[in-house]
């Protein structure tokens, strides 16, 4: 099985920068990769960035480009979600996932591929 623990959420100011992280236990990859999901109240899950294990490809949305970088830690088990220049819209709790298994293209955007989810950690920006 696999843990995942995200933390780093935290009230912020609108241009403001945080950084989160997750934090993988239990069983090891040596495929597949990590993404970023977030979830504002009433909406849907949505996809924010992702990164594979192997080759450090990365994915982002269109809307967090240039704003927000994902990386990882292969000897800590930790992946990171630099979040810059936060805009309100960008409220949401925000989980971590991972997948054991490589995708391909905008299948790495879909939240049913993953099957391993962290409990989330809450990120509220104010204007």
């Known amino acids: 099985q696999v843990q995942l623990v995200e933390s780093g959420g935290e009230l912020v100011q609108a241009g403001a920068s945080l950084r989160l992280s997750c934090l993988a236990s239990?069983?090891?990859?040596?495929?597949?990769?990590m993404g970023w999901f977030r979830q504002a109240p009433g909406k849907a899950r949505e996809f924010v960035a992702a990164?594979?294990?192997?080759?450090?490809?990365?994915y982002y949305a269109d809307s967090v480009k240039g704003r927000f970088t994902i990386s990882k830690d292969n000897a800590r088990r930790t992946v990171y979600l630099q979040m810059n220049s936060l805009k309100p819209e960008d409220t949401a709790v925000y989980y971590c996932?991972?997948?054991?298994?490589?995708?391909?293209?905008?299948?790495?955007?879909?939240?049913?591929?993953?099957?391993?989810w962290g409990q989330g950690t809450q990120v509220t920006v104010s204007s």
């Open positions: 996932a991972a997948r054991s298994t490589t995708l391909y293209g905008n299948m790495w955007f879909d939240p049913s591929f993953y099957p391993y």
């Open positions: 239990g069983r090891t990859f040596s495929s597949g990769g």
């Open positions: 990164i594979t294990w192997t080759t450090d490809s990365t």
